[in-house]
């Protein structure tokens, strides 16, 4: 079992920057996919990004692409998420998620295992 706790949101004008955290336990890091969700009030769970187990691998929504960069650090079992140049839209909760196939980048939901609680992120115009 994987326990994943998500950190780093906060209050943010536009234009501004939030690093995010997710830390793992419980699993072999290395071994899961990672992604970041988030969900805005009112609207249903999207994907955002994905790293691959070795963290060679990415993929980012299309509205997200050039302004957040998602990594992971296998030694310290943590992924993150820079968020650069926000926008008001990237108001939400944002959830992290591990996948048990480690090379396969996911982009729905439904198809991962473990899921933090999430970190909500405000983003001020």
């Known amino acids: 079992q994987v326990q994943l706790v998500e950190s780093g949101g906060g209050l943010v004008q536009a234009g501004g920057s939030l690093r995010l955290s997710c830390a793992a336990s419980?699993?072999?890091?290395?071994?899961?996919?990672m992604d970041w969700f988030r969900q805005a009030p009112g609207k249903e769970r999207e994907f955002v990004a994905a790293v691959s187990g070795t963290g060679g691998n990415t993929k980012y929504a299309e509205s997200v692409k050039g302004r957040f960069t998602i990594s992971r650090d296998n030694a310290k079992n943590t992924m993150y998420l820079q968020m650069n140049n926000l926008k008001p839209e990237d108001t939400a909760v944002y959830y992290c998620?591990?996948?048990?196939?480690?090379?396969?980048?996911?982009?729905?939901?439904?198809?991962?295992?473990?899921w933090g609680k999430g970190t909500l992120v405000t983003v001020s115009s």
């Open positions: 419980g699993g072999t890091f290395s071994t899961y996919a």
């Open positions: 998620a591990a996948d048990r196939s480690p090379l396969i980048l996911r982009t729905t939901s439904e198809r991962m295992d473990y």
